[in-house]
């Protein structure tokens, strides 16, 4: 069936890296996004990806697998405030032509000291 | 501006009643989304307007209405509250178009059911 599949928690340290994997199973795919999302406040857009790949935006990079299922957000020279939840949202387009966006849980990731 | 505005933020309702929530952007999108967000969970999307035809999920269909009158507003509407409807509530919103698939989310509404 569809879905959108992310680890629940990362922890890395500051001035590393990061790597948010996400998983995902649509009929009609037609694009994944990510998004940060700290506590309390609305989701933000980070990137969109759609042909596979690995799309380099500085500090954030998302890489695209379509046969695969798969794509990874990947945070370099980790700051203590990249400590946040990072969403990956699916695009699946329908038969009417239209996009229903799938979300998945989050990756609560906490970067430390 | 680029902010996509909720009404209101908090609103405590009581399990039988209706609820109404409010979202309106004015970056002239065509395609503005309504979605549940529970603890833990992942923001599960309830359905959206693509210009005035309104797309509800096969699951939550019958449990909630919308309506948008113009470009700029988009309401949710629960007809009868029960206390499974108790989340945040968020709407977001995009523009169809070359790489523009990128969604505005407002700042939510969280409703309690009592």
């Known amino acids: 069936g569809q879905g959108v599949e992310q680890p629940d928690n990362l922890m890395s340290v500051e001035g590393t890296f990061a790597r948010v994997n996400c998983t995902y199973s649509?009929?009609?795919?037609?694009?994944l996004s990510w998004y940060q999302q700290r506590e309390g406040h609305a989701p933000v857009f980070l990137s969109y990806v759609v042909l596979d790949g690995l799309k380099d935006s500085g500090h954030f990079s998302t890489f695209l697998s379509r046969s695969n299922g798969y794509s990874y957000l990947l945070l370099t020279e980790l700051q203590i405030k990249d400590s946040a939840s990072y969403l990956c949202a699916v695009r699946d387009r329908g038969a009417s032509n239209t996009d229903k966006v799938v979300f998945g849980t989050g990756t609560r990731l906490q970067v430390s000291p | 501006d680029t902010t996509v505005k909720q009404n209101p933020r908090y609103k405590l309702a009581r399990v039988g009643k209706p609820v109404n929530l409010i979202c309106s952007q004015t970056?002239?999108?065509?395609?503005m989304y309504w979605y549940q967000k529970k603890p833990n969970q992942a923001p599960k999307l309830l359905l959206f307007?693509?210009?005035?035809?309104?797309?509800r999920e096969a699951d939550t269909f019958e449990k909630f209405q919308s309506s948008r009158p113009n470009n700029s507003f988009c309401s949710l509407y629960i007809g009868s509250a029960g206390l499974e409807y108790s989340a945040m509530y968020l709407c977001?919103?995009?523009?169809?178009?070359?790489?523009?698939?990128?969604?505005?989310f407002g700042p939510g509404t969280r409703l309690t059911v009592l």
């Open positions: 977001a919103s995009s523009r169809l178009g070359q790489d523009s698939y990128e969604q505005y």
């Open positions: 970056m002239n999108h065509d395609t």
């Open positions: 307007y693509y210009d005035k035809i309104l797309n």
């Open positions: 649509t009929s009609g795919f037609n694009g």
